[in-house]
């Protein structure tokens, strides 16, 4: 049974870096074709894909956020971390976590954590 | 990489048919055959309906199917139920390991 939870801080203040960390059970990120990838929803609007991470340790980002955007993977821990430096009020979103394959359903989540919000405030 | 167009509304009656569209672009959608589907019931995490834009994951009611041509996808939904009253996120691979999703549409059922 796979699943995903996120966790981090549920309010930052602007131009502080935010860390997420998904933390992952059955699946392993040492298995080829594994990713898992983060997306975000800021309230009352439509998801936007952040960031992917694979099994080979692949990386890929938003063009937009690519300068901002960290994302890493500790295979001993299950966990995928995230980091969003510089944040800022606009960045104030539910974050998920999600599973994906690479050669089946490539580019699709099958598997999303249940999200975390994260407030932007001072 | 901009945004994929969706309707914002659609809606349709018990019984009834509704398809969606989602359109991009000839360097996204219209390129690559990685179009995704996504049901979002309120205050919940997405789920995967339809992937390889066509294709069902298990579990997923046949009720639901996508399609492609040129740069805009679909999705029908078939035989509506009172449990489709949700939004729909269509996704589409963008090249170089990104994907882009659409605005979003949210279907009511009547």
């Known amino acids: 049974q796979i699943t995903l939870k996120e966790s981090g801080p549920t309010l930052v203040k602007p131009t502080q870096t935010l860390t997420l960390t998904c933390t992952f059970s059955?699946?392993?990120?040492?298995?080829?074709?594994?990713?898992v990838g983060w997306i975000r929803q800021p309230p009352g609007k439509a998801l936007e894909w952040l960031a992917v991470?694979?099994?080979?340790?692949?990386?890929s980002y938003r063009p937009s956020l690519k300068s901002r955007l960290t994302i890493t993977k500790d295979t001993s821990k299950n966990q995928v971390v995230l980091t969003m430096t510089n944040m800022d009020p606009v960045d104030t979103a539910t974050y998920y976590c999600?599973?994906?394959?690479?050669?089946?359903?490539?580019?699709?989540?099958?598997?999303w954590g249940q999200g975390t919000l994260v407030t932007v405030s001072s | 990489q901009s945004a994929l167009t969706q309707p914002p509304s659609a809606s349709g009656s018990p019984g009834q048919s509704v398809t969606i569209s989602c359109t991009g672009t000839?360097?996204?959608?219209?390129?690559?055959?990685?179009v995704s589907w996504y049901q979002q019931h309120p205050g919940k995490a997405p789920k995967l309906i339809i992937y390889?834009?066509?294709k069902r994951p298990s579990g997923v009611p046949d009720r639901f199917s996508g399609s492609k041509s040129g740069n805009t996808a679909s999705l029908t939904v078939s035989g509506l139920q009172a449990e489709d009253d949700a939004d729909y996120y269509c996704?589409?691979?963008?090249?170089?390991?990104?994907?882009?999703f659409g605005g979003g549409t949210r279907l009511t059922v009547l």
């Open positions: 999600a599973h994906t394959l690479y050669f089946s359903g490539r580019h699709s989540f099958d598997y």
């Open positions: 059955g699946f392993s990120l040492n298995t080829n074709g594994v990713g």
């Open positions: 991470i694979y099994w080979n340790d692949d990386k």
């Open positions: 000839s360097s996204d959608l219209g390129r690559y055959n990685y």
């Open positions: 390889e834009v066509s």
């Open positions: 996704t589409s691979y963008a090249g170089y390991n990104t994907v882009v």
